[in-house]
């Protein structure tokens, strides 16, 4: 039997029922406009007063680059000229820092056991 024949020849029907015909709104607003969520309800001036204000990971036009707009210069720099790397009060780097009812607690014998098995150890 050629069953790729067969199912080639059949006629196909979507399962999805679309109520009316397909139509294209009349007329689509496409000039820019800020975010719902954007805190100042407003857009920049241009890409480069953005670029200005803008921060990743830390400022974009840090004062000790050649220009504003050179990009790749990770690593031109000393890290010791970054300053001291130390947290602020009430900040920490290690959960190990933490008070000790915030230390990771040691695993049983039993939990381990369970998720080797995938549980089936529970059900002795």
Do not use: C
């Amino acid at each position: 039997m050629r069953t790729t024949a067969v199912l080639k020849n059949a006629a196909r029907t979507p399962l999805i029922k679309f109520l009316g015909k397909r139509t294209t709104p009349a007329s689509i607003d496409h000039t820019p406009h800020a975010h719902p969520a954007s805190p100042t309800q407003t857009l920049p001036d241009s890409f480069a007063s953005y670029r200005a204000k803008a921060q990743q990971h830390g400022p974009l036009n840090t004062p000790g680059r050649a220009s504003s707009q050179s990009y790749g210069a990770i690593g031109g720099t000393p890290g010791a000229t970054l300053g001291p790397v130390e947290p602020r009060k009430g900040e920490f780097f290690d959960r190990q820092e933490l008070p000790s009812r915030f230390h990771r607690l040691p695993w049983s014998e039993l939990e381990i056991e369970a998720i080797e098995t995938g549980g089936a150890s529970l059900y002795n």
